[in-house]
Nanobody
Framework: QVQLVESGGGLVQAGGSLRLSCAAS????????MGWFRQVPGKQRELVAG???????NYADSVKGRFTIARENAKNTMYLQMNSLKPEDTAVYYC????????WGQGTQVTVSS
């Protein structure tokens, strides 16, 4: 069992930055795949960025060059640094981990005003 808790969401103006954190209940050393998804009402949840245990990353085209995903295994925490935010980045952001099953956090709201 893995419990994930996100933090760091909030309201920011366009062009601003936020850093999301995802704290896991236990060690994430054995978790190969972690990532961030986002969802807006009426739309499917979409992948924002993913990271493997060896640090391989992938990003949605819409966030490449603006967002950076990272994980700090010693602190059992994953991050999403979001720069140059746009109103279309407004969504609920979810932390995800795969460890012999899918695990999700409760979500954190990110709102970008124009």
């Amino acid at each position: 069992q893995v419990q994930l808790v996100e933090s760091g969401g909030g309201l920011v103006q366009a062009g601003g930055s936020l850093r999301l954190s995802c704290a896991a209940s236990g060690s994430i050393l054995s978790i190969n795949t972690m990532g961030w998804f986002r969802q807006v009402p009426g739309k499917q949840r979409e992948l924002v960025a993913g990271i493997t245990s060896v640090g391989r990353t992938n990003y949605a085209d819409s966030v490449k060059g603006r967002f950076t995903i990272a994980r700090e295994n010693a602190k059992n925490t994953m991050y999403l640094q979001m720069n140059s935010l746009k109103p279309e980045d407004t969504a609920v952001y979810y932390c995800y981990a795969y460890n012999m099953g899918d695990y999700w956090g409760q979500g954190t709201q990110v709102t970008v005003s124009s």
